[in-house]
């Protein structure tokens, strides 16, 4: 029987690629996609000629068949109208007509089953104002097509799917998608075009189920299934429904899709992405957009619970981070009778949005509002106590639990006209450092359209909680909204809990997750971010799309260097500098790290940020004192000089003075291009003190001025933020003049949240003496190689780390090995050189934090990108490489091109995070 079917697939195969054949998509009623080269495909004998004839221009179009027989060509197609024509397909003294086919705008929507629902409902599930919509479907019979792909499951790649293309009847309407239909229905009015949409969907379907199995298997749970539903199957809905369709030519992409995702946002917003790319490669439409639809209100057997809300928050998060794509809001479309209805009856709206998307987006489209408002920041404002106890509520003036009244603004983008009430908004709750939340009573007010800088904001006061640390809005699984800007958009639920790493119990986490990291040195990103010398955005974003596919979602950044040291010395100096005399700052370093930030947000990655430097190369130390009137900085060649002059910075009051108030200018900056604080920024970890301060002068009274100037600084900073984690920047013992305590002391200080350690086998002679001539390094034994370093380095590695974990362990701070470098083979800086050593080297460090459970993340050295390494000693205009001005560039630099090194990073990292 086996053989027989085998026998029968064959035959069955000759004969489809024998006889002139098409795909299903490309039938009667068929609409094409207006104003482009349309693809048009099929299957003939190998090798024979096949002709299209499209009656729009009378012009004919030849394609051969391959050796499988499959033929593709493309057409081009006119402007959109409400014409119909016809194409003609001839080959193997065949022709095949398809009649009735109209041009103009193809969406693809896809998704699971409120994508899916149709006009008619499903059982006990109406859709509002269906009855009315199918009783009109003929208005639109020559302004809307409708293709419904037939549910079809696979464990390989098929070539068709069965589909039928239907005009828009009142006969077919009640099995049109909803949601494709309102949307359709809406953009043909908005136009005045023809509109179709391609219904490929799949109740129940998870995001897993429209990828192959060659992405699947590079997943940790890899082809596991979900549950044992046919719907949950994965890559199924990818190989039977959706491959056969890739590259039928569309304007786009609507999804409506995530309710069995729940429960796994992380994964979500990760493989939604990588599914949009693909479906963009697929169908060659790198810039197709990809409009998605919020997940509605749902009990998910628990009302109060919140991770329904997480999955909607990672939609908003793909929309911010995947270019071309937006999603609508939909948290005001639900009934209170549908909490435990997981198909939402307003589909009407769902679709309008999605078009107004569209029209504003795609279409340039003005006069229609798309975008809903969303939170950027809150802050204290002063009270009017008669306005709480009139607007908001009498009860919080008398409520004996009243801790205070102190009023706060919430900011929001897309609201600049105000809110659709002044009164009886619900949904917001608060709560101090407990994390115990609590209603809080919000009003609308016109107080905004006054200030100077005006930003629409809503006015709120809880009296349970006297100082706010959280807000949230409708972040819960049933949460129905129904707060509006004045053009009628909902405001997207949000929350501030969770968006900042925690220390607890000696762990990082972000929210209730454990946070591991392993991130990069990117000194140079403020620079690479601005738009004065220097400045290359897109190289930037590039190199943080490379970063974020290897799985670094961490880098470490120098904020920006300082003017003073003496002539000779400058050649040592970053460039450009930023601040070029105490106070006067260059201010395009500045909005090129808020254009960092701004970047990082997008991509959910965080920085670690630090200020100053015991180092020449950014001046630090030595800009200062020489500001205070310290005198003239000595060369660092001079060790003796240098370190005495640079320890005197610890007990030099107006040095110090002057650093602080770089750190006051910085910590309490405004991002230009988000509008938020930087104290509120998400994609800030850390405030680090300094890159490896040490007190340089090994006597008790510097020791103690040390740790002085460490605490006063970190109090500093909590002062102005206290969102975000602060640590020291310690290179480790070797950055506290090898006295253990001093390690302990500087990093039990309240305010330092974590320690930093820093390892440097090269520097620190493990690989022996570098003798710069030879391009080697020299031991009692003769040569070294980098590659036969390679043991020693990773056993002294080890023992420098679990000295330090010794001394962090007892007082229960995480600790962080955030620099740590080995050089590229034979001491070569270039990019194409090999990196043999630094790629074992890298396994054993990596290895080490995945399995020892004492370092809690880590940032290697340094990041290069995309440079092209033009000198040995950096020279103003080449590109930035990573390592600092004075060092040889290159020599310790990953570069993007480094495909030995950036696999084992791609794989530690899925590691470190299990």
Known sequence: MKKLFVALVAAASALSADALTLPEIFSNNMMLQ???????????????????????????????????????????????????????????GTTLNISNILVGEVWFCSGQSNMEMPLRGFWNCPVEHSNETIATANRYRKSIRVATVAKKDALTPQTDVPVRWDECTTAA????????????????????VPVG?????????????????????????????????????????????????????????????????????????????????????????PEAPMYTVELPPYWYDNNDGDWGA??????????????????VCTNDLIYDYEQQQIHGSKKLEIGQRLAYMAATRDYAMKGIESEAPEFIRFEAAAPDLDEVRVVADTAVAENVKAKGLKAYKVYFTHAQDGFDRMMDIK??????????????????????KAQTNPGCFIKFVCPEVEDVVYLRYNFKNWAPGKLHNLHGQPVVPFTTEGKYVAVRDGHFYQGEREYRYVGANMWYGAILGSEGEGGNRPRLCQELDDMQQAGI???????????????????????????????????????????????????????????NNAWEWSGGYSAYLEWAGAGEAPSPRVWKDFSRYNGSFMTNAKAREMAANTVRHIVSRVNTITGRPYSESPAIMTWEVANEPRCFIDDKEHKD??????????????????NHLVTTGSEGPWSCENDMDLFRRIHAIPEVDYACIHVWPFNWSWLGKYVATAKEAVTTNGPASVVESVERSCQNTLKYIDEAYAVMAPIGRPMVLEEFGYPRDGYQIASTSSTTGRD??????????????????????????????????WQRGDDYTGDPAQEEQGLNSVFSTDASTMQIIREMTQQIRR
């Open 310 to 327: 997480k999955l909607r928050e990672a939609q908003h998060i793909i929309a911010q981070r995947l270019p071309y794509s937006g999603c």
């Open 173 to 192: 309407a009640p099995e049109f998608s909803a949601c494709g239909y309102y949307f359709a229905q809406t953009l043909t009015e908005l136009l005045d």
């Open 705 to 722: 001025a040390f740790v002085d100037w460490i605490g006063e600084t970190a109090r500093l900073i909590k002062s102005i933020d206290p």
């Open 197 to 285: 949409i391609i219904n490929c969907s799949w109740g129940g379907s998870c995001v897993e189920g429209w990828l192959p199995k060659e992405i699947l298997e590079t997943y940790p749970d890899g082809l596991t299934p979900i549950d044992d539903t046919d719907y949950h199957r994965k890559m199924v809905m990818y190989n039977g429904m959706l491959r056969p369709l890739a590259g039928y030519s569309i304007k786009g992409f609507l999804w409506n899709q995530g309710e069995s995702n729940v429960g796994r946002e992380k994964e979500y917003v990760d493989r939604f992405i990588t599914m949009t790319n693909l479906w963009r490669d697929l169908w060659q439409q």
């Open 34 to 92: 207006q104003s482009t080269q349309a693809n048009v495909w099929g299957w003939a004998q190998p090798g024979s000629k096949v002709e299209v004839t499209t009656s729009w221009d009378n012009h004919r179009y030849a394609a051969k068949a391959d050796g499988e027989g499959r033929w593709t060509l493309k057409v081009n197609t006119p402007a959109a109208s409400y014409d119909t024509y016809t194409m003609t397909v001839k080959g193997n």
């Open 427 to 448: 949904g917001f709750e608060v709560a101090g450092a407990d994390k115990v939340w609590h209603k809080a009573y919000a009003w609308s007010t016109s107080e905004w």
């Open 840 to 873: 074992a080297y890298y396994k054993y460090v990596f290895s080490i934090i995945r399995d020892s459970g004492k370092i809690a993340g880590c940032n290697f050295w340094s990041w290069g990108g995309r440079a092209n390494v033009k000198h040995e000693s």
């Open 553 to 611: 979602d961490n880098v470490r950044v120098l904020i920006g260097g300082q003017k003073g040291v003496k002539a000779g010395l400058r050649d040592f100096v970053i460039q450009p500098l930023l601040e070029l005399e105490p106070g006067v700052y260059n201010d395009t370093i500045l909005q090129g790290l808020d254009f960092l930030l701004a970047e990082l947000e997008k991509r959910q990655m965080k920085a670690v940020l630090y200020f």
